[in-house]
């Protein structure tokens, strides 16, 4: 059995698949941290390390995807990341409870439920980019990636609303019967979103490289990761993901309290410009999306422009904050934040959709194991930004006497850390595999026949 390259209809039920996996971690990583600290009365320090080390699990992921590699189809990896993944989120609920009268019991679970949820997503998640990379064409990358990404954030949406009303009046068993059919009901979406859609794995009019490739004994796994890492596009691009998710995340952890310290913002007020934030990244995955569909063979439609400037433009926006921090009330916070959250969008969309393209470049049958590396670099950013990012504004604090320039200080140097991510992007050759596949060349105009 063979098949064509996803249609659009294929490619939402990928974003349901996603949709259905963010669902878990928002309650995982978010809900459980708020009950552990506020209902539970527990040390702020314990939901930070159970986050950390789902993000620590997920240094698994170029091994995980190295496994998808050899098996040949992803469909397996994704099933079965998201039925550990849901596990792994009962789990959590059920030993956030236990906490309560058995701490050290309860955290013990606790660690093995959250090691759980990151090898899920680390299985369900890297799977599910490699067959976006390898199923979707040159052309309609940069808007699966946007809509794989805005069903995820519909997922958080949803979930925290829904969950946020069913929790009410909250008691440990509601907890746990809400997590976990939340759990189950996402398990279920993946699980029927991604019915038939990857086939046989190989792709339709697959020349005989491709289905040698396939068919070769597959290398021991350190070999077959220091063939990707020895490519210089790879190697590079490891390194800009982990400096702009630094860059990316840490900025979250501050923003609020800055505001309410410098511009005397309510809880309510900057929560409303998180809110506003959020809607400039909405704005900035659409415009490159459509960029990169209606003018592609422009430098508009090009996603490694769109990375650069999207990087240099976000470096500006930080800087623009240092600035707020120096002025004051005066400053125009609400189109500060505004414009950083449309670059921080526009460059994290243009690098998705890059890192689709550069799966597939070089050996072939290595495309888990790439993009298992970029998800192991992510994962050491966020796991970074989450253990010390709040302590480098204390200790800014302290060194600079004025919480104003603590905070002014952070944004700066993740201003300085765009212009590098920038930097590292425009060494990153030109799209070698942009041009539409074998695959496509009988269906003119991109217009595909999908699962």
């Known amino acids: 059995m063979t098949h064509t390259p996803l249609s659009w209809t294929g490619i939402a039920r990928l974003g349901l698949v996603q949709m259905a996996l963010g669902a878990i971690v928002v309650l995982t990583t978010s809900t459980l941290n708020r009950v552990m600290v506020v209902e ?29 590699d050899v098996g040949g189809r992803r469909t397996p990896w994704i099933v079965g990341g ?86 009410d009046p909250f008691s440990p068993a509601r907890l746990v019967a809400v997590t976990s059919s939340v759990s189950v009901l996402a398990f279920i979406i993946a699980w ?39 490519d210089a596009d790879a190697r590079r691009f490891t390194i800009f993901v982990f400096i702009s998710m630094l860059a990316y995340s840490a900025q979250d952890l501050i923003l609020e309290p800055f505001a309410g310290v410098v511009f005397a913002y309510t809880p309510g007020e900057s929560t409303r410009l998180a809110g506003l934030q959020h809607g400039g990244v909405l704005a900035g995955m659409l415009l490159v999306a459509l960029c990169a569909g209606v003018a592609r063979n422009s430098w508009l439609g090009s996603l490694k422009n769109w990375m650069v400037f999207g990087c240099v433009a ?75 990012g709040a302590g480098a504004s204390d200790l800014a604090r302290l060194l600079l006497g004025s919480q104003a320039a603590a905070y002014a200080s952070v944004f700066f140097v993740e201003g300085l850390l765009f212009f590098f ?29 999908g699962t």
């Open 314 to 388: 976000s470096g500006c926006a930080l800087l623009s904050l240092v600035a707020a921090g120096a002025v004051g009330p005066a400053w125009p916070l609400k189109a500060s934040v505004f414009a950083l959250g449309v670059f921080n969008g526009a460059f994290s969309i243009a690098a998705i959709g890059s890192m689709m393209r550069l799966a597939g470049d070089g050996p072939k049958a290595r495309e888990g194991v790439r993009m298992g590396l970029w998800g192991a670099a992510q994962a050491i950013a966020f796991g970074l930004v989450g253990m010390a």
């Open 82 to 167: 998201m039925a550990v993944l849901a596990v792994g989120g009962i789990a959590a609920s059920c030993a956030t409870v236990l906490m309560a009268s058995h701490l050290v019991l309860g955290t013990l679970l606790a660690v093995l439920a959250f090691c759980m949820i990151g090898l899920g997503v680390g299985a369900a998640g890297t799977s599910l980019l490699v067959l976006l990379a390898k199923r979707v064409v040159p052309e309609r990358r940069a808007p699966a990636a946007t809509i794989v990404w805005l069903m995820m954030i519909g997922g958080f949406i949803i979930t925290a609303t829904t969950a946020g009303h069913l929790l």
């Open 421 to 449: 991510a920038a930097v590292l992007a425009t060494r990153i050759t030109p799209a070698r595999t942009e041009q539409p596949r074998k695959a496509a060349a009988k269906y003119p105009g991109g217009s595909m026949v």
């Open 192 to 230: 029927l979103a991604i019915r038939n859609v990857e086939g046989d794995g190989r792709p339709a009019m697959a020349d005989a490289a491709d289905i040698d490739a396939a068919d070769a004994p597959a290398p021991p796994f350190r070999q077959a990761l220091a063939q990707v890492w020895a």
């Open 40 to 68: 539970l009365a527990l040390p702020a320090m314990l939901p930070g390390v159970l986050v950390a080390i789902h993000y620590v699990v997920q240094l698994l992921r170029p091994r995980l995807g190295y496994g998808s």
